[in-house]
């Protein structure tokens, strides 16, 4: 059985949506970025700690994952307020931008993590689209303060790489790192 070190509801959902049955057990991991870490340390380290931070039986196979949004060397996570959702937009309209999220397996002891990488590009929104966006609530638990899936779809010219990857779950990924670990659909 999978067990989903997480709270995200995407991340629940693109589980649900690939056929793999998981139970979901919360991690109570503080998410501080350290002094020097580079963003891709920084998002595998995470999802690391998540998985080690969640009790599991021998037999079951622990996945945590974190996602963080990387424009011109600036890491955007989730913004606290309208204003910062409206920075960072601003940041990010009408050019391309990196979204990361360190996947992790932890099975009987053995951990595997890796970084997947998307690139993600935005048309060139107006301030009014912005203020509009930012002010749907959307951006809010969403690192780099949009939601791929979800209204700011409509923003989206180009995606190059795994598009689960920006929602939170490089699924394809995952599934291999869970095969790698012995995980078998049959044992459900
Ligand atoms: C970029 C982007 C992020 N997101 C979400 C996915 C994650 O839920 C969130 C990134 O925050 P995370 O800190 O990675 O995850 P989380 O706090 O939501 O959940 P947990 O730590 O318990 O696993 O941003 C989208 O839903 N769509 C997007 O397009």
Redo the contacts with the bound molecule.
């Keep these: 059985m999978i067990v989903l070190?997480?709270?995200?509801p995407?991340?629940k959902e693109i589980l649900r949506m690939a056929g793999l049955p998981f139970t979901v057990r919360?991690?109570g991991v503080e998410?501080v970025r350290q002094a020097g870490e580079t963003a891709h340390q920084y998002v595998e380290r995470l999802a690391r700690e998540?998985a080690l931070a969640v009790d599991a039986l021998p037999q079951e196979f622990v996945v945590?994952?974190?996602?963080?949004?990387v424009v011109d060397e600036h890491v955007l996570e989730?913004p606290a307020s309208e204003a910062e959702a409206i920075g960072m937009l601003t940041r990010l309209r009408g050019r391309q931008h990196v979204?990361l999220t360190g996947v992790c397996v932890r099975h009987n002891h053995q951990v595997w993590s890796g970084v997947e990488s998307t690139a993600v590009t935005f048309a060139p929104l107006t301030d009014a689209d912005i203020q509009a966006y930012a002010a749907s609530g959307e951006p809010f638990?969403?690192?780099?303060g949009?939601?791929?899936?979800?209204l700011?779809s409509k923003y989206i010219t180009r995606v190059e790489g795994c598009f689960f990857n920006?929602?939170?779950l490089p699924v394809a990924r995952l599934y291999e790192m869970l095969k790698a670990a012995g995980y078998s659909l049959a044992l459900g």
């Design positions: 070190a997480s709270q995200s995407r991340r919360v991690p998410e998540k945590a994952a974190d996602t963080t949004v989730k979204v638990d969403k690192a780099g949009y939601a791929i899936q979800g700011a920006v929602v939170g």
